[in-house]
């Protein structure tokens, strides 16, 4: 699977597209649409379900260095309102913050990252090591394992 296949798949479902549209236009810093709403919809192509079918909800990683919680509930809420009339769960994280929560959440330390990137290579399983961005012209991929995973499901 090229990069190309595994965009052109992941932009069947609508919700995909539509958000990483709306996380451009509201220009949250480093933002992506990340991990299982992206493989899910690629096997859902490849096995012919409905784009959606198996999503219980769309990951939304951004970075910004204000690591209040006030700040990253303002941008959940912004993009929540934005994104009402998709009526999709959206889990938004700022990924500059993640280490102050998840050792207490999980038990188990977190390194501070520097990038949303950094929060996709964290993710356990390879297959959902992978994130899109709208750019001005196009999309971004970032897939550090590649797609083989995704391919092989």
């Known amino acids: 699977m090229t990069r190309d296949?595994?965009?052109?798949?992941?932009?069947?479902?609508?919700?995909?597209?539509?958000?990483?549209?709306?996380?451009?236009?509201?220009?949250?810093?480093?933002?992506?649409v990340v991990a299982g709403c992206l493989t899910q919809t690629v096997w859902n192509a490849m096995t012919g379900r409905a784009a959606d079918y198996g999503i219980s909800d769309y990951d939304v990683f951004y970075f910004d260095p204000d690591t209040s919680w006030e700040a990253e509930d303002k941008v959940i809420r912004r993009l929540s309102d934005a994104l009402m009339s998709l009526r999709v769960e959206i889990e938004t994280r700022n990924q500059a913050r993640v280490h102050?929560?998840?050792?207490?959440?999980?038990?188990?330390?977190?390194?501070?990252?520097?990038?949303?990137t950094d929060g996709i290579d964290r993710f356990l399983t390879k297959n959902t090591r992978v994130g899109i961005r709208r750019r001005e012209e196009g999309y971004d991929v970032y897939a550090p394992d590649g797609f083989d995973d995704i391919k092989r499901m």
Do not use: M
């Open 100 to 116: 102050l929560w998840y050792p207490s959440k999980h038990g188990l330390p977190y390194p501070p990252l520097s990038r949303s």
């Open 5 to 32: 296949d595994f965009l052109t798949a992941a932009l069947r479902n609508p919700a995909n597209r539509i958000i990483a549209d709306e996380l451009r236009r509201l220009a949250l810093p480093d933002a992506w």
